[in-house]
């Protein structure tokens, strides 16, 4: 029982169960900022799950329009177009995310998330790996 239950977190984001967002570990914030930030995190992710449900349900309707002997042009853009608007809204939703976040985290504080997000995002880029394909699978994009 107890195996069930710790393997179960191994399934569960660090938001559930851990102290919070990966990005909160080195800021120095008060208890009152955290929990503002925490919350702001997981209405963001809540958000994000919707967003990222929704377009890969209208790509999956592309595909199948693609898919059909007969083509459609019309009905192809029009796909193409909601998958277009769902992108739209998911950068608005990362960026309001991190706005909305910069309004909590004062100055010092927000440098140091700057310079762990630029650390994040480049890692693995300098060592001679590839960021865009995973690397037990040549060839193939890395799911995200």
């Known amino acids: ?27 120095n914030l008060p208890p009152d900022q955290m929990e503002q930030v925490r919350d702001l995190h997981l209405q963001h992710r809540e958000k994000v799950i919707d967003l990222r449900a929704e377009l890969e349900k209208e790509n999956l309707k592309l595909r199948k329009l693609l898919q059909d002997e007969n083509l459609n042009e019309r009905e192809l853009l029009t796909e193409i177009e909601k998958i277009s608007e769902v992108r739209k809204n998911l950068m608005k939703e990362r960026v309001v995310f991190l706005f909305n976040l910069k309004k909590i985290i004062p100055p010092e504080e927000w440098q140091k998330l700057k310079d762990q997000f630029i650390e994040r995002r480049n890692k693995g880029r300098f060592e001679g790996k590839n960021r865009d394909f995973d690397e037990e699978k040549p060839m193939r994009w890395r799911q995200r």
């Open 1 to 27: 029982m107890i195996y069930l239950f710790f393997a179960l977190l191994g399934f569960l984001d660090p938001p559930f169960w851990g102290d919070g967002p990966w990005f909160l570990e080195n800021l």
